[in-house]
């Protein structure tokens, strides 16, 4: 497997925006499940946004409204645009990729996802 690897992490203020990027995200399989997770310090890993293999999207109520989820399956890369970031927002971000069609009932159940990037870390200051 192609291991995936984030960047575009970094600090910003309330109100700012980051774009994500997740290289290596490409999927063999026909249905797949492409994510982004959050961590922050002494938290569960959370769900926020995942895109299928038919390009629909879905997103947690925390951010929905505010983050966009994307790929170029050219690049084979997976995207997160954050706008109008909070505090709250302040985490690690992961991506990760599973096959499968579980994508349209459980797609924020981590352990369905088998490769996982290694995070990039983005801290939102008042």
């Known amino acids: 497997q192609v291991p995936l690897v984030e960047s575009g992490g970094g600090s910003v203020q309330a109100g700012g925006t980051l774009r994500l990027a997740c290289e290596g995200s490409?999927?063999?399989?026909?249905?797949?499940?492409m994510t982004w997770f959050r961590q922050a310090g002494g938290s569960e890993r959370e769900a926020v946004a995942a895109i299928r293999s038919d390009s629909s999207t879905v997103y947690a109520n925390s951010v929905a409204g505010r983050f966009i989820i994307s790929r170029d399956n050219a690049k084979n890369t997976l995207y997160l645009t954050m706008n109008n970031l909070r505090p709250e927002d302040t985490a690690l971000y992961f991506c990760a990729t599973g096959a499968g069609d579980f994508c349209y009932s459980n797609w924020e159940n981590r352990w369905r996802y088998t490769s996982w990037g290694q995070g990039t870390q983005v801290t939102v200051s008042t």
């Open positions: 490409r999927s063999p399989y026909v249905n797949y499940c």
